[in-house]
């Protein structure tokens, strides 16, 4: 439980954070963590997970926790 965050006033777990950002589902996620950056959209706090959406690739993705903006480092 330790590894849940509060997302848009929504309790996640790593890998639904890691599906929130990949906007599907994905295979595997770690730990959440802190950015060391705010929201361009809204100064909000943003968490960082990193993440699998196929065998082949590892993405680490960055989501807001009180808005919508998300980004991922494909981008």
Do not use: H
């Not at 997302?7 to 730990?31: C, F, H, N, Y």
């Not at 990193?50 to 082949?56: A, Q």
Request: proline content about 4%.
């Amino acid at each position: 439980m330790a590894d849940n965050r509060v997302v848009q006033g929504r309790m996640v777990t790593p890998k639904k954070l890691a599906e929130l950002i990949e906007g599907e589902s994905v295979m595997d996620a770690e730990a959440i963590e802190e950015a060391d950056r705010e929201c361009p959209e809204c100064g909000g706090d943003v968490l960082e997970v990193g993440y699998m959406p196929s065998v082949t690739a590892f993405v680490t993705g960055q989501k807001c926790q009180d808005c919508d903006w998300s980004a991922t480092d494909e981008e």
